[in-house]
């Protein structure tokens, strides 16, 4: 999410419009382009089904299904909001995760010794929590195949989880010695640099992972939320969208800065494309109330506060700021309804009591 440093971004003039005019273009093409990309990948799918159907004992078909599987979980988490935002909970019970579980079971009784099967264990137990085990099937894994570049990096990923930094950038190391061009490995080597504050090192390995995949959306979106120029941190945010239409952090990134530079209208446009793929964004909800206030259309603002409030009915902003609405359209006993309720909430709170003593 947009930081504090972020919110105090001067404006950008012609050259921001000059952007988003440019995206909305592309738009169209964006979306041909992922609806090519799910196409290929279902038919992936199909196929894979097909080979199982047609014999029940082929292994190496059930350890691909598993990677598919993996592979849409691990697309839905870089699509999601990070950890801790406080914004509830996409719809996302990670049931790819349980199928893919399920085929490399499958596999590892048909093929106790593929070094990649268990590979495949090991990140599907990490995506579930399960650090033991993760360790575990990729300890294994590295003693069937210590040549296998994707076992150094999962146990680099492994150990950055269990905050392990020396560790994770042993692995990692490793894995960038046998594959240089390993995107993803300078992608976990910046987020291991950022847990040890270095900004600078993780920046540089962003670059680098983007380098060796363009399409590597995860790096421009670490890069975007950590960008403190405002034009650059809009292209990076929306290198993320052409490469992930619909990207839900990527879209309220950008939403963010177009909101806190005064382009409303492009603001909101990001905001409903991300309330599309999750429909209950505390966040952007609230933001596009705000914006609905700020233009003085109050009664349109109830609605949309309404809809936050739903979401939480503790939710003091938004009750505080429908009070806000009601007492600016001359509705009292509605404002007053609302900040008593405030007060009811946190006892005391300022902005209450001094929206009660105006209706005095």
Excluded at 249 to 268: I, K, N, P
Aim: proline residues 3%; negative net charge; glycine residues 6%.
């Amino acid at each position: 999410m947009v930081n504090s440093e972020q919110r105090c971004w001067i404006g950008l003039g012609m050259a921001i419009l000059l952007s988003v005019a440019a995206c909305r273009s592309n738009q169209s093409g964006e979306e041909s382009s992922e609806n090519k990309e799910v196409n290929q990948s279902v038919g992936k799918l199909q196929e894979l089904n097909r080979r199982i159907a047609m014999n029940s004992n082929d292994a190496t078909a059930y350890g691909e299904r598993a990677d598919w599987w993996l592979t849409q979980d691990r697309e839905n988490v870089w699509g999601s909001p990070k950890e801790g935002a406080e914004m509830g909970s996409p719809d996302e019970p990670r049931e790819a995760l349980q199928k893919a579980l399920q085929d490399i079971k499958s596999a590892l009784l048909l093929d106790t010794s593929n070094a990649l099967f268990y590979c495949i264990l090991g990140e599907i137990y990490t995506r579930l929590g399960l650090v033991s085990e993760a360790d575990d099937a990729l300890r294994v894994s590295m003693a069937r195949n210590p040549e296998l570049v994707r076992v150094y990096l999962r146990r680099g990923e492994l150990a950055l989880i269990n905050r392990q930094h020396g560790v994770a950038f042993k692995y990692l190391n490793e894995a960038l010695g046998r594959d240089k061009r390993l995107a993803e490995g300078y992608l976990l080597k910046g987020l291991t640099h950022l847990e040890l504050k270095d900004t600078a090192s993780a920046r540089s390995s962003w670059l680098t992972a983007i380098e060796q995949d363009p399409n590597l959306y995860a790096a421009y979106l670490e890069l975007g939320l950590r960008e403190k120029d405002p034009l650059t941190a809009h292209r990076y945010f929306s290198n993320v969208l052409q490469l992930k239409p619909g990207h839900i952090e990527a879209s309220y990134a950008r939403g963010m800065l177009l909101q806190e530079q005064g382009y409303t209208d492009s603001a909101r446009q990001d905001y409903r494309n991300l309330l599309q793929n999750w429909p209950q964004h505390r966040d952007a909800l609230f933001n596009m109330a705000y914006m609905t206030m700020i233009d003085k259309n109050f009664e349109e603002a109830v609605k949309e506060y309404d809809k936050v409030i739903a979401l939480n009915s503790a939710d003091l902003p938004a009750i505080l700021n429908r009070g806000l609405c009601y007492e600016m359209m001359g509705k009292v006993q509605e404002a007053s309804a609302d900040y008593r309720e405030c007060l009811r909430l946190r006892k005391g709170y300022p902005q209450a009591l001094q929206g009660i003593n105006r209706l005095k």
